[in-house]
Nanobody
């Protein structure tokens, strides 16, 4: 069983920054990757960013590349999403997810096995 809890969401003005956190239960040694997805009403959950636990490789959607940064802590089951230069189109519920089996296709939601409850990010004008 893996339990994920996101935090850090809120309302922020366009151009400002916000940092999301995700704390996961379970041993890091059994984890292949963790990722962030986001979803707006009426649309499918879309890939935002991911980080592998071994090698610390990061991957980003084109829409957030250069603005968002995903990172993790080695000795803690925590992953972060630093969001800079926020735009109105970034408004969504952001979900943290973990992939336990590989090789995962990190941009596909089907590759992830457990999901958090989500945290709302609202970017105002």
């Amino acid at each position: 069983q893996v339990h994920l809890v996101e935090s850090g969401g809120g309302v922020v003005q366009a151009g400002r920054s916000l940092r999301l956190s995700c704390e996961a239960s379970g041993p890091p040694g059994s984890r292949l990757a963790m990722g962030w997805f986001r979803q707006t009403p009426g649309k499918e959950r879309e890939f935002v960013a991911a980080v592998t636990w071994s090698g610390d490789n990061t991957y980003y959607a084109d829409s957030v590349k250069g603005r968002f940064t995903i990172s993790r802590e080695n000795d803690k089951n925590v992953v972060y999403l630093q969001m800079n230069g926020l735009k109105r189109e970034d408004t969504a519920v952001y979900y943290c997810a973990v992939a336990l089996y590989g090789p995962p296709i990190l941009m596909r939601r089907q590759s992830y096995d457990y999901w958090g409850q989500g945290t709302q990010v609202t970017v105002s004008s």
